[in-house]
């Protein structure tokens, strides 16, 4: 069975620092990963995913991740926060082979602050 | 990318009765599917819309509960019925363009229920 962990259910940053939202994974074989992003009273939104190659993958509004095999990681980065960035983050997972339905984490809020 | 709608956006409803919620997509599509999101917790499948057939049913999502229809590859209804207060949630339908890509979701449905 695949899973995702969130640690963090709310992480704080202020605008203009770098900010990280954490994401672990637990899968079969090889992951598919994938980081969306939802706006209050909106659906979610496509951010960036990692199929196969480098392990730095950027996406939209200049965030990217980096996939760490060894750590079983995936990690959201911005260098830059804005106040804008503010929104529900999650992380999703599922194996390369096999069923292509993902498994959400539980979400992580983050708030920038001005 | 594709444009989806949700209609309704949101409603209040009564205990016991049902509600449907339609799914329309600008474009033709083969997969797609129909999530919950409950407050303060992640995205649960309920069941992948397939054209022409039954929907197939995640663990713990039942026909008879949530009866999905996909008449066609633009449009989709997910009914809850038989409502209760625990069926309060925002539901949301999405789409996959290929079993690699990543999935494209509606702007929900937020339901209260009385």
């Known amino acids: 069975a695949q899973s995702v962990a969130q ?16 994401c672990t994974y637990s899968v079969s074989g090889n992951p598919y990963l994938f980081w969306y992003v939802q706006y209050p009273n909106r659906g979610l939104q496509f951010l960036l995913k990692y199929i196969t190659g480098d392990n730095l ?37 599922r194996p390369s082979g096999g069923s292509y339905i993902p498994t959400f984490g539980r979400g992580t809020s983050l708030i920038v602050h001005p | 990318s594709a444009v989806i709608s949700q209609k309704p956006s949101r409603d209040i409803c009564q205990r016991g009765t049902s509600l449907t919620i339609q799914c329309q997509v600008d474009s033709q599509v083969t997969m797609m599917f129909w999530y919950r ?23 713990g999502f039942v026909i008879d509960k949530f009866p999905i229809s996909r ?39 937020r339901l209260t229920v009385l």
């Open chain 1, 7 to 22: 640690p963090e259910d709310q992480v704080n940053v202020a605008e203009g620092n770098p900010l990280t939202v954490k």
């Open chain 1, 57 to 93: 993958v950027k996406g939209s509004y200049g965030f990217e991740a980096e996939f760490n095999k060894s750590q079983t990681s995936f990690h959201l980065k911005k260098p830059s926060a804005l106040v804008s960035d503010s929104a529900l983050y999650f992380c999703a997972v």
């Open chain 2, 37 to 59: 999101q409950q407050p303060g917790q992640s995205l649960t499948l309920i069941a992948t819309a397939n054209q022409g057939s039954e929907a197939t049913y995640e663990s």
């Open chain 2, 71 to 109: 008449p066609n590859l633009t449009f989709s209804t997910l009914t809850v019925s038989n409502m209760s207060p625990e069926d309060s949630s925002i539901y949301l339908c999405s789409l996959q363009w290929q079993p690699d890509n990543e999935q494209f979701f509606g702007p929900g449905t």
